[in-house]
């Protein structure tokens, strides 16, 4: 059983990096064709594709948030993590890790329980 959990701060102001991490455990993050993804859920919208880093390490991102996000790996501690860089309140949402069937795919089997994120000053 794969489990996904993430954590990260809860608060930010306009301007900073978001940073999160999705610990990884029941599973590789290298095997072969997964995709770890970062999805978000903003109050009253659907969910929004972020990013993923797929199993051989390369990464993909939403055009609309490309130039301001950057997705890592630690294979050794089994972790993945998002940074978005000079966030505003648009950015308030829930964050979600997911795993994917390969780096195109959007359907997820395995999610971690999200992490609320909210853009205030």
């Known amino acids: 059983q794969v489990q996904l959990q993430e954590s990260g701060p809860g608060l930010l102001k306009p301007s900073q990096t978001l940073s999160l991490t999705c610990i990884v455990s029941g599973g590789s993050i290298t095997t072969s064709y997964y995709a770890w993804n970062w999805i978000r859920q903003s109050p009253g919208k659907g969910l929004e594709w972020v990013g993923n880093?797929?199993?051989?390490?390369?990464?993909h991102y939403n055009p609309s948030l490309k130039s301001r996000t950057s997705i890592s790996r630690d294979t050794s501690k089994s972790e993945f993590s998002l940074q978005l860089s000079s966030v505003t309140p648009e950015d308030t949402a829930m964050y979600f890790c997911a795993r994917g069937s390969d780096y195109h795919s959007r359907n997820y089997d395995y999610w971690g329980q999200g992490t609320q994120v909210t853009v205030s000053s």
């Open positions: 880093i797929a199993w051989d390490g390369s990464t």
